[in-house]
């Protein structure tokens, strides 16, 4: 069964600071990984999809990494600012086992970027 | 584009009480989901669908059914609720894009107490 973990759960830094936020994955069998932003209270907005061939896919000041092979991907966020405060979530689409086709979540990351 | 909508957004159910929840997009896709978000449990997938008048179970489905009659619209519903339904519900849509670029699109979320 595939798991999904998110370190660390919680972060707090200071503005401008650049900061990285890791998934873990123990299935290496999978289509694609995804990166999510989620606001309290929100749903959930889409960031970054990573196809399971790619190795990298960036969007401003975000740049997400995937090592399928490894069961990593990481998700890079440079010049941190107040506004990304949010709970960041990774998804994996299974391509094998009983979760094929469905996505597995991490648990999140909390982050907190104080001025 | 509206994208994925829910409605409604807030809802208090008493024990053994039905509802219906509806989700609609607008972006003709294929696949439409419906997911459960707990504290320290994560996203868990309840129902889905492939396309208009086919549904499957997820990870979670018991005590909930689900109904697409139409491509933009997938309904859930409660028949007896129970104070373990008691959660967060997001509804979400993707393309039949293959080779892993299916990108999932999130509505806003329904919370559910049921007391």
């Known amino acids: 069964k595939q798991e999904v973990t998110q370190i660390p759960a919680a972060l707090s830094v200071p503005e401008g600071e650049n900061l990285v936020l890791n998934c873990s994955f123990t299935d290496s069998a999978i289509y694609n990984l995804q990166w999510f932003r989620q606001d309290p209270g929100k749903g959930l907005t889409s960031l970054l999809l990573i196809q399971s061939s790619q190795r990298e896919q960036t969007s401003g000041r975000l740049n997400a990494s995937l090592d399928k092979s490894s069961g990593r991907s990481t998700l890079y966020i440079a010049a941190s600012q107040p506004g990304d405060s949010a709970t960041y979530l990774c998804?994996?689409?299974?391509?094998?086992?009983?979760?094929?086709?469905?996505?597995?979540f991490g648990q999140g990351t909390i982050l907190t970027v104080h001025p | 584009n509206a994208g994925v909508t829910q409605t409604p957004k807030f809802r208090v159910l008493k024990t053994g009480q039905s509802m219906t929840l509806l989700c609609a997009q607008d972006?003709?896709?294929?696949?439409m989901y419906w997911y459960r978000q707990d504290p320290g449990m994560g996203l868990r997938l309840i129902h889905y669908s492939v396309g208009e008048g086919t549904t499957a179970k997820g990870e979670v489905p018991d005590g909930y059914n689900v109904s697409r009659l139409k491509k933009q619209n997938f309904l859930l519903g409660l028949e007896s609720a129970a104070p373990s339904q008691t959660s967060v519900y997001f509804c979400?849509?993707?393309?039949?894009?293959?080779?892993?670029?299916?990108?999932?699109?999130f509505g806003p979320g329904t919370r559910l107490t049921v007391t």
């Open positions: 972006m003709n896709h294929e696949y």
């Open positions: 979400a849509s993707s393309s039949l894009r293959t080779g892993g670029f299916d990108e999932q699109y």
């Open positions: 998804a994996v689409k299974n391509a094998g086992g009983t979760s094929y086709g469905k996505l597995t």
